[in-house]
């Protein structure tokens, strides 16, 4: 059974920094990963889609990157903005089509 | 082009009464999932469509809620009879392709239920 896990839950940083969240899953038969983003009371915004056969996908100031092998998946936001506070789920896929397992999120707080 | 359309945005009743919500896939998609998001956790599949068919409904709880998409277009999940712990966010997605394609989601429908 797919599990996902995000760590840490919740980050708080000064606006400027580089800052990486990270997602772990325990099955590593995967067709693709997906990062999202989720502001209080809205839906999900799609943010990267890393397929099985990438290492990482960028996207203005987010790269995420991909270990199969490992399980693992990392979001790197550079230059953080106040306007990138928001929660960041990952998710990838189970049952043998795009079936996501999300993990609970990090909450992500950037202060001026 | 347009994004994945839920409605309505909020809806608060009593337990015991039925509710319904609504969604519109992005044009061309003919995947459409029904997701629940209780605070603080991510979201978790109800249903999976392809087309009007119903492929995976195994997390449906299916002595209270139900779900149609007729036409291979717009869904409809009903909730009835509504218990307080189906209080949460009810979210649709859609994809182009369900083995490998990327999920758009649309605002989610929050049910509060007193």
């Known amino acids: 059974k797919q599990e996902v896990t995000q760590i840490p839950a919740a980050l708080s940083v000064p606006e400027g920094e580089n800052l990486v969240l990270n997602c772990s899953f325990t099955d590593s038969a995967i067709y693709n990963l997906q990062w999202f983003r989720q502001d209080p009371g809205k839906g999900l915004t799609s943010l990267l889609l890393?397929?099985?056969?990438?290492r990482e996908q960028t996207s203005g100031r987010l790269n995420a990157s991909l270990d199969k092998s490992s399980g693992r998946s990392t979001l790197y936001i550079a230059a953080s903005q106040p306007g990138d506070s928001a929660t960041y789920l990952c998710a990838v896929p189970s049952g043998g089509y795009n079936k996501l397992i999300f993990g609970a999120g990090t909450r992500l707080a950037v202060h001026p | 082009e347009a994004g994945v359309v839920q409605s309505p945005r909020y809806k608060i009743i009593e337990k015991k009464q039925p509710v319904a919500f609504w969604c519109n896939p992005i044009?061309?998609?003919?995947?459409l999932y029904w997701y629940l998001q209780n605070l603080g956790q991510g979201p978790e599949l109800l249903i999976r469509?392809?087309?009007?068919?119903?492929?995976?409904d195994s997390q449906l709880p299916k002595d209270r809620f139900s779900a149609e998409r007729l036409k291979g277009v717009d869904s409809t999940l009903k909730i009835q009879p509504a218990e307080l712990g189906d209080s949460a966010v009810y979210l649709c997605a859609s994809s182009g392709d369900s083995l490998t394609g990327e999920l758009f989601f649309g605002e989610g429908s929050r049910l509060t239920v007193l």
């Open positions: 044009s061309g998609h003919n995947t």
């Open positions: 890393i397929q099985s056969s990438q």
């Open positions: 469509y392809e087309n009007e068919e119903a492929v995976d």
